[in-house]
């Protein structure tokens, strides 16, 4: 129940900016800026998330509602993946604690593999139908 309350103050602040994107842009802009080919919207999604780290739960918030936009599911499915395991913002911390090269390293890794796992999640669910 702790880990709810505390959580609150970041759903709520997400909730808040993304529907203050969906004001300021049209469902008609998340459609023009993905949808127009897979591997462009793997790679933006993958650095949206990347720039704009975050929680995993606003993620899936935020996923919703650029799917709900019309955003492709490839390009959402990066965006979260890289959205909690790539960290540009942290990056200098990160790499004062654990060391540049292993803190470059890892993100880079973690960006890769964001986009891997975006295809094969896609791949998956043609497969099954």
């Known amino acids: 129940m702790r880990s709810v309350f ?3 103050p970041v759903i709520v602040g997400t ?5 203050l994107a969906f004001t300021l842009i049209p469902r008609e802009g998340f459609k023009a800026l993905f949808g127009r080919h897979e591997i462009l919207d793997v790679l933006l999604g993958a650095a949206m998330g990347s720039i704009a780290a975050g929680n995993p739960l606003a993620g899936y918030i935020l996923g919703g509602e650029l799917l709900a936009g019309g955003a492709s599911l490839i390009a959402v499915t990066a965006m979260i993946v890289s959205w909690v395991t790539v960290g540009v913002v942290q990056l200098p911390a990160e790499a004062l ?3 540049r090269r292993f803190a470059m390293l890892r993100n880079l890794l973690s960006f890769l593999f964001a ?8 791949g998956t669910l043609r497969l099954m139908g």
């Open 15 to 19: 909730l808040l900016l993304t529907s």
């Open 97 to 99: 604690l654990l060391g």
């Open 6 to 8: 505390n959580l609150l």
């Open 115 to 122: 986009i891997a796992i975006a295809f094969l999640t896609v």
